[in-house]
Antibody, heavy 120, light 110 residues
Framework: EVQLVESGGGLVQRGGSLRLSCGASGFPLSSYWMSWVRQGPGKGLEWVAN????????HYVDSVEGRFTISRDNAKNSLYLQMNSLRAEDTAVYYCARDRFLYGWFFDVWGRGTLVTVSS | QTVVTQEPSFSVSPGGTVTLTCGLTSGSVSTSYYPSWYQQTPGQAPRTLIS???TRSSGVPDRFSGSILGNKAALIITGAQADDESDYYC??????????FGGGTKLTVL
């Protein structure tokens, strides 16, 4: 079964750091771009970052540029999000998602998410 | 800054048809943005409904369809059912690896 499982969320103080992980199973992570998408409490979805199959290309939403770093370890079938200088507005459920190109780009597999709460 | 627009809320009667739209504050949505649609119920992960404007994902009922209507992408639900009551999100691929989600539409079936 194709599956993504996030972990590493929790409560952190403003200005602190947290590292999220996403474990992939049922498919080779190395074959896909991967993204992090977040959802603040009562808010909509927001794409955060993505990373190319070999890690050589990364993109970020402006609000996290310079504070968050996306990375991957294909040998461990794992995706990561290092979050530094956390702000209250980073409080959200963070989902990892598989980017897929099949006649067009879309997200075809989603994890269940991990909650990050930044206390002020 | 690119903003993707969606109706904040919509209501449909059971068995009715509803069209949710996905636009841009500046410019038109075309197939080049690869619009895709996702359904989310509270506390759950998003579920992929439609990719590449009009391709239904595996297991998605055929009452869900997608298209370009005028200058917007559209999700059409024909014969709405009670369990279609959810939040619906579109996302556009802006190129160079970047994505922008719409604000989502809360659909009520009553």
């Amino acid at each position: 079964e194709v599956q993504l499982v996030e972990s590493g969320g929790g409560l952190v103080q403003r200005g602190g750091s947290l590292r999220l992980s996403c474990g992939a199973s049922g498919f080779p992570l190395s074959s896909y771009w991967m993204s992090w998408v977040r959802q603040g409490p009562g808010k909509g979805l927001e794409w955060v970052a993505n990373i190319k199959q070999d890690g050589s290309d990364k993109h970020y939403v402006d609000s996290v540029e310079g504070r968050f770093t996306i990375s991957r370890d294909n040998a461990k079938n794992s995706l990561y999000l290092q979050m530094n200088s956390l702000r209250a507005e980073d409080t959200a459920v963070y989902y990892c998602a598989r980017d897929r190109f099949l006649y067009g780009w879309f997200f075809d597999v989603w994890g269940r998410g991990t909650l990050v709460t930044v206390s002020s | 800054q690119t903003v993707v627009t969606q109706e904040p809320s919509f209501s449909v009667s059971p068995g009715g048809t509803v069209t949710l739209t996905c636009g841009l504050t500046s410019g038109s949505v075309s197939t080049s943005y690869y619009p895709s649609w996702y359904q989310q119920t509270p506390g759950q992960a998003p579920r992929t409904l439609i990719s590449n404007t009009n391709t239904r994902s595996s297991g998605v009922p055929d009452r869900f369809s997608g298209s370009i209507l005028g200058n917007k992408a559209a999700l059409i639900i024909t014969g709405a059912q009670a369990d279609d009551e959810s939040d619906y999100y579109c996302v556009l691929y802006m190129g160079r690896g970047a994505w922008v989600f719409g604000g989502g539409t809360k659909l009520t079936v009553l």
